[in-house]
């Protein structure tokens, strides 16, 4: 039996690889009009009125490669954060829903998995975080990840590519026991045989996404402010840097009062929905595959 545990593992990690890859890359040039939407003071030239005028005055003026800059360092930090991502989520939902209720399903094992899923998944995400988003920013000096990494640690220190980390779990442990709760939520409804039907995973992973996005707005924009440390905020600000969750939220609470907590919340959701469909449906896909695979291969010996 330890075969086939391994086998499952390797699955949900070559699953969750595939499909966090997949969900960073199709969505960028969003994440990138998202990134820049969240800027607090930006510069004249980068004021959007809307995701698809950023998007395409961002092409016209900066060239049609600008907004997939730093792409490359995501998709090298999403592989591993996602497959850690999706091992653990399998690992522990398995594990809590077997001690809270036994052979069914339990939410709060669900959010639990998704939560502490999470730790893992941010701690391998967060220095490619760091420099993805400085890469994006308007005017970002940097055009090489090399460049940006070396800059980061030689003026700011090892710890910048952790500044923002706290932030990022206050963010994301929320974000993902609502996705993970609406999404489950979602598949009992749609799927209640919890068989591989890839609309039910497209519609829920959507929703979910779109909720989760939506009520973790404030806390992103925050996350965008400290892995960035937009220098005209900075000049508001005494210390020098930016470091923590309470000093991020006063400095955006001070330079555009609370409807600044919702800057890119469009940019957001529109980057939110697909990007959890496709992360869904490609892994429940892949599991579907590498579990079909392993059953015809076991009753072909």
């Given at each position: 039996?330890?075969?086939r545990?391994?086998?499952?593992?390797?699955?949900?990690?070559?699953?969750?690889?595939?499909?966090?890859?997949?969900?960073?890359?199709?969505?960028?040039?969003?994440?990138?009009?998202?990134?820049?939407?969240?800027?607090?003071?930006?510069?004249?030239?980068?004021?959007?009125?809307?995701?698809?005028?950023?998007?395409?005055?961002?092409?016209?003026?900066?060239?049609?490669?600008?907004?997939?800059?730093?792409?490359?360092?995501?998709?090298?930090?999403?592989?591993?954060?996602?497959?850690?991502?999706?091992?653990?989520?399998?690992?522990l939902?398995?594990?809590?829903?077997?001690?809270?209720?036994?052979?069914?399903?339990?939410?709060?094992?669900?959010?639990?998995?998704?939560?502490?899923?999470?730790?893992?998944h941010?701690?391998?995400?967060?220095?490619?975080?760091v420099?993805?988003?400085?890469?994006?920013?308007?005017n970002?000096p940097?055009?090489?990840?090399?460049?940006?990494?070396?800059?980061?640690?030689?003026?700011?220190?090892?710890?910048?590519?952790?500044?923002?980390?706290?932030?990022?779990?206050?963010?994301?442990?929320?974000?993902?026991?609502?996705?993970?709760?609406?999404?489950?939520?979602?598949?009992e409804?749609?799927?209640?045989?919890?068989?591989?039907?890839?609309?039910?995973h497209?519609?829920?992973?959507?929703?979910a996404?779109?909720?989760?996005?939506?009520?973790?707005t404030?806390?992103?924009?925050c996350?965008?402010?400290?892995?960035?440390?937009?220098?005209?905020?900075?000049?508001?600000?005494?210390?020098?840097?930016?470091?923590?969750?309470?000093?991020?939220?006063?400095?955006?609470y001070?330079?555009?009062?609370?409807?600044?907590?919702?800057?890119?919340?469009?940019?957001?959701?529109?980057?939110?929905?697909?990007s959890?469909?496709?992360?869904?449906?490609?892994?429940e896909?892949?599991?579907?595959l590498i579990?079909?695979?392993?059953?015809?291969?076991?009753?072909g010996?």
């Amino acid at each position: 039996d330890a075969a086939r545990v391994g086998a499952t593992v390797t699955t949900h990690m070559v699953a969750g690889a595939v499909a966090g890859i997949l969900e960073h890359c199709v969505m960028y040039p969003i994440d990138c009009v998202k990134t820049r939407m969240q800027s607090l003071q930006p510069d004249p030239a980068a004021r959007y009125r809307n995701v698809l005028e950023a998007l395409w005055r961002i092409i016209r003026t900066e060239g049609l490669w600008r907004p997939m800059r730093g792409l490359n360092v995501t998709a090298t930090g999403a592989g591993p954060a996602h497959a850690l991502y999706f091992a653990c989520y399998e690992k522990l939902k398995k594990t809590l829903s077997d001690v809270i209720h036994p052979g069914g399903n339990s939410h709060i094992a669900n959010g639990a998995a998704g939560c502490v899923a999470t730790l893992l998944h941010d701690a391998a995400m967060n220095p490619a975080e760091v420099v993805k988003q400085r890469m994006q920013m308007y005017n970002s000096p940097y055009h090489r990840v090399t460049d940006c990494v070396r800059a980061v640690w030689q003026n700011e220190g090892a710890g910048a590519f952790y500044r923002s980390y706290t932030t990022q779990l206050t963010m994301n442990v929320p974000f993902q026991a609502i996705h993970f709760m609406t999404y489950e939520f979602l598949q009992e409804h749609f799927n209640p045989q919890r068989r591989y039907n890839p609309s039910s995973h497209v519609l829920s992973g959507a929703c979910a996404g779109a909720v989760a996005a939506a009520a973790t707005t404030p806390l992103d924009v925050c996350k965008t402010l400290l892995n960035t440390q937009e220098s005209l905020a900075l000049n508001s600000n005494i210390t020098g840097h930016i470091t923590g969750m309470a000093s991020a939220f006063r400095t955006v609470y001070q330079v555009g009062g609370v409807t600044a907590y919702f800057r890119g919340v469009q940019a957001r959701v529109i980057y939110q929905i697909p990007s959890t469909a496709i992360a869904w449906s490609v892994y429940e896909f892949f599991k579907y595959l590498i579990t079909k695979r392993q059953e015809e291969w076991r009753a072909g010996k």
